[in-house]
């Protein structure tokens, strides 16, 4: 039943074929045997799981994923389930609500079986930054599964759950779902609500499904999606039945290829991967053109201004006095927020907090962060021209396939290179989906990328289906 996709083990259980108890335990079972080898799981809540798969059971009532064992990253609040964000700081704390994606969750049914690794406060791209654990790629446990949302990818991936929640702020779901052989979504910024989201980059992130096939993760983005009343920045547009048109087909799609995307350095199989993935969709009814996005190459580094600043306003508040860890035998109030600080936050979370500061400091705001923001404005003018000529736009997820653990730890600018595919599309405000493409000769999953308009998932969707239809990804699974 592991094997199920989700929206096949929604109808099972619909249908009474399986029950909710018999398929969490089967999960609970999995990641006892599996995550002592991945470490997706940063905390498992078997009683918790087993007393709401028990009510899910007895429910006459079906939400749409009644009785599904899913996965959240642990940015996402729990009531009652420690939330850590993956750091020191935030060790112990026990949220006393839910975040709205987490309601809208179990409201449908789900079964939240744990909460999953992630860099620390999102904050990094191969999960090696988490203050607890490092979580291992099931398909070659001596790689990274990518990051932020690690965790959940490496969870759907080693068939521990069958779906899962990260959060994207610069490709935190897409770059890991590529590495991981799965379906990752970010969805439009202001399409999922943040609220009870721990907070990184506030105009960048998003929280979006990690899943094993398209149309799983078309039910979990139906599920979470929609206006909050909690998030001032939740968006007031309709939620269109995302799986009504997800066999559509691409016939009459214009797809755009744009040429920076084919970035220096990038492995020649990945590239190879993509222009057979255009193939591919062009044998299938789409016209595919090239187009040029040319202020792509500005976009990491105003990602790492505007990100920084962003995560230093929002992470003051962990000063040992109102959130987080608190310093001992302290005298002075400096010295509280001092050793609070340093004692609490890692390496990269102390880094980006610097940078941020920096920019966002006297004299220097204008000239890094008030610029940085122009040329955010120049690359979301760049989608908007390119959208006029295309539906969507078709890329890599990643430059390479998955690394080394280790390998690029000692060089942070090497690790924010991993992401240069993605933030993009965080900078501009667009969906991007990432999909299951080819294999490496290596053995190592190769992801496509789908860039779409706002708001416009269901297109990116549609386009993603007929790309899965015709490879047999889905069927490669690791072997653990």
């Known amino acids: 039943m592991l094997d ?16 909710s108890v018999e398929v969490t335990q089967a999960c609970l079972s999995r990641i006892a045997a599996t995550d002592p080898k991945v470490g997706a799981f940063l905390r498992v809540d078997p009683e918790g799981a087993l007393s709401a798969a028990r009510a899910a059971d007895a429910s006459a009532s079906r939400g749409p994923l009644h009785g599904v064992p899913v996965a959240l990253k642990d940015n996402l609040l729990t009531a009652g389930v420690e939330t850590t964000a993956g750091s020191q700081i935030l060790a112990g704390f026990v949220p006393p609500t839910d975040a709205t994606v987490t309601a809208r969750l179990k409201a449908a049914g789900a079964v939240i079986v744990g909460k999953t ?3 620390e406060f999102a904050m990094g791209s191969s999960t090696e930054s988490s203050a607890f654990q490092k979580t291992k790629n099931p398909y070659a446990l001596e790689r990274t599964p990518g990051g932020s949302s690690g965790g959940s990818a490496a969870a759907v991936a080693a068939r521990q759950v069958f779906g899962a929640l990260g959060s994207d702020t610069g490709g935190s779901i897409r770059q890991p779902a590529a590495l991981c052989n799965v ?32 149309r799983d993760a078309a039910l979990l983005l139906q599920v979470i999606a929609g206006r909050d009343a909690h998030d001032a920045t939740s968006a007031d547009v309709a939620v269109p039945d995302f799986a009504a048109t997800l066999e559509d087909g691409v016939k009459g799609l214009r797809i755009g290829l744009p040429r920076e995307y084919f970035v220096e350095g990038m492995d020649p199989e990945v590239a190879a991967a993509i222009r057979d993935a255009a193939k591919t969709l062009e044998a299938a ?12 190459k500005h976009a990491l580094a105003a990602y790492y201004v505007i990100a920084p600043a962003e995560a230093s306003s929002n992470l003051a508040r962990y000063d040992g006095v109102r959130f987080g860890h608190r310093a001992k035998d302290v005298k002075q109030l400096k010295d509280l927020y001092e050793r609070s600080r340093a004692e ?15 920019a966002l400091s006297a004299g220097y705001h204008d000239a890094y962060y008030v610029k940085a923001q122009q040329v955010r404005t120049l690359i979301r003018r760049d989608f908007d021209q390119a959208f006029a000529d295309v539906d969507v736009v078709l890329s890599a997820a990643s430059p390479t396939c998955a690394w080394l653990l280790g390998e690029k730890l000692d060089d942070p600018l090497a690790m924010y290179l991993m992401d240069v595919l993605t933030l993009p599309t965080n900078l501009a405000g667009l969906p991007g989906l990432s999909v299951p493409t080819a294999k490496s000769s290596g053995g190592l999953p190769i992801g496509a990328q789908l860039i779409g308009k706002p708001f416009d998932e269901a297109t990116l969707l549609r386009a993603a289906r007929a790309l899965e239809r015709e490879r ?9």
Do not use: C
């Not at 996709?5 to 249908?15: M, Q, V």
């Not at 009814?285 to 792509?296: D, F, N, Q």
């Not at 047999?472 to 072997?479: E, K, Q, R, V």
């Open 4 to 19: 199920l996709p989700l929206w096949a083990l929604a109808s099972k259980l619909a249908g009474k074929e399986l029950t």
């Open 117 to 119: 690794n992630l860099d």
């Open 183 to 214: 379906v990752g979504l970010k969805p439009t910024w202001g399409r999922v609500s943040r609220s009870g989201v721990v907070a990184y980059a506030s105009s960048l992130d998003q929280v979006g499904p990690l899943a094993r096939s398209v």
């Open 285 to 296: 009814g789409a016209t595919v053109r090239e187009v040029s996005l040319p202020h792509t």
């Open 344 to 358: 609490g936050f890692g390496p990269e979370v102390k880094r980006r907090i610097m940078l941020g500061t920096f």
């Open 472 to 480: 047999t990804l889905d069927a490669w699974s690791p072997a653990l």
